[in-house]
């Protein structure tokens, strides 16, 4: 099982589920993290321990937390 956190950059994956709780699950379908949309890591910060993705032409970034909550096809 693969998620966004194991992603290198520019990799790109198409979204296979979102395992989060209320609100973060809320949050992301409203970026619209969502099952079958796909994904490119743009960048990935140790410091912060953030995730910067593309998805839909938005850029969003993600906490760690997040990010292993989103599981990709391999």
Same mark, same amino acid.
């Given at each position: 099982?693969? #998620?966004?956190?194991?992603?290198?950059i520019s990799e790109k994956a198409i979204i296979k589920?979102?395992?989060?709780?209320?609100?973060i699950k809320s949050r992301l379908f409203a970026m619209? $993290?969502?099952?079958?949309? %796909?994904?490119? %890591?743009?960048?990935?910060?140790? +410091?912060?321990? #953030?995730?910067?993705?593309?998805?839909?032409? #938005?850029? $969003? +970034?993600?906490?760690?937390?997040? +990010?292993?909550?989103?599981? $990709?096809?391999?």
């Amino acid at each position: 099982m693969k #998620t966004v956190s194991d992603m290198k950059i520019s990799e790109k994956a198409i979204i296979k589920k979102i395992i989060a709780k209320e609100p973060i699950k809320s949050r992301l379908f409203a970026m619209g $993290i969502v099952k079958g949309a %796909v994904i490119k %890591v743009l960048e990935h910060t140790l +410091a912060k321990q #953030t995730w910067d993705i593309m998805s839909n032409n #938005t850029k $969003i +970034a993600l906490r760690e937390e997040e +990010a292993r909550g989103i599981i $990709i096809d391999e």
